[in-house]
């Protein structure tokens, strides 16, 4: 589904009647029939159109973002994908005050960069990394994105699509692993836990160990790609979900 199917964003519009204009052959935005609505909706549909129009073609995934309900934010998905920053850390632990972020790997483009603390993990390169419409994470909602804020004292004000919500909507539940395994994903190393990338972090660090260092980047870049297929298969998921054939 793309945003030019949705007429949700607009204020009182429901999924009923969302649906309903589907059903009726509104699919799209150009499609749209005022007299299927009463005047009070298709004045609000038509004045939303009108605004949504240039702010789709400049690529402001933040407008669509904020006027999309949170549960609908996958919707968001099938437009910026392409130019969407598919991220995920790695850190010594929990806790965003103690612990610190040991890698970082952004997936964009078909490309894949990797942050290092203590090598190229700086705010600047960082910032740079993440300067995408739209950002992808799975459970960034309350992890990567405030510790990375936290830590690098940054404002990751992109849209943002938390691939945890919208996997539990379409039953994918538990971790990034357990999903990837129910969408059919094989890891290099399906051995390898959160756990893990702390103690190889640390025998890195403490031994000098750069085999450690490399599984450990390896591991979260594997993460990071991973997030795209999982996203394109929840996107899909949702999308005959939610139209049934409609669209």
């Given at each position: 589904?793309?945003?030019?199917?949705s007429?949700?964003p607009?204020?009182?519009?429901?999924e009923?009647?969302?649906?309903?204009?589907?059903e009726?052959?509104?699919t799209?935005?150009d499609?749209?029939?005022?007299s299927l609505v009463g005047?009070t909706?298709?004045?609000?549909i038509e004045?939303?159109?009108?605004?949504?129009?240039?702010r789709l073609d400049?690529g402001?995934?933040?407008f669509?973002a904020?006027a999309?309900?949170?549960?609908?934010a996958w919707?968001?998905y099938?437009?910026?994908?392409?130019e969407a920053?598919?991220?995920?850390?790695?850190t010594?632990g929990?806790?965003?005050?103690?612990?610190k972020?040991?890698t970082?790997?952004?997936y964009?483009?078909g490309e894949t960069e990797t942050?290092?603390h203590?090598?190229d993990l700086?705010?600047?390169?960082?910032?740079e990394?993440?300067?995408?419409?739209l950002l992808v994470?799975?459970?960034g909602?309350s992890f990567?994105?405030p510790?990375?804020?936290?830590?690098f004292?940054?404002s990751l004000?992109?849209?943002?699509l938390?691939?945890l919500y919208?996997?539990r909507?379409?039953?994918l539940t538990?971790g990034l692993k357990?999903?990837?395994?129910?969408v059919?994903?094989?890891?290099?190393?399906?051995?390898l836990?959160?756990r893990?990338?702390?103690?190889?972090?640390h025998?890195y660090?403490?031994r000098?160990?750069d085999?450690?260092?490399?599984?450990l980047?390896?591991y979260n870049?594997?993460?990071?790609?991973?997030?795209?297929?999982?996203?394109d298969?929840?996107?899909e998921?949702?999308h005959?979900?939610?139209?049934g054939?409609?669209l």
């Open positions: 589904m793309r945003i030019e199917n007429f949700i607009v204020r009182g519009v429901g009923k009647t969302e649906r309903k204009l589907w009726r052959g509104v799209h935005w499609e749209f029939d005022s005047a909706t298709a004045e609000r004045s939303f159109i009108e605004t949504a129009r240039p400049r402001d995934a933040r669509f904020d999309l309900p949170s549960a609908e919707r968001l099938e437009n910026f994908r392409n920053a598919f991220f995920d850390i790695e010594t929990l806790s965003k005050e103690r612990d972020v040991t970082v790997s952004v964009q483009n942050l290092i203590g090598q700086t705010r600047e390169r960082l910032a990394a993440l300067d995408a419409p994470t799975y459970n909602a990567d994105v510790f990375v804020e936290r830590s004292d940054l004000d992109a849209a943002h938390d691939l919208p996997c909507s379409v039953d538990g357990t999903v990837e395994k129910d059919g994903i094989e890891r290099d190393r399906p051995d836990s959160g893990d990338a702390v103690r190889l972090w025998d660090e403490r000098g160990n085999e450690a260092l490399e599984t980047v390896s870049r594997e993460d990071t790609v991973n997030l795209r297929t999982v996203a298969a929840v996107a998921r949702l005959e979900d939610r139209c054939g409609l």
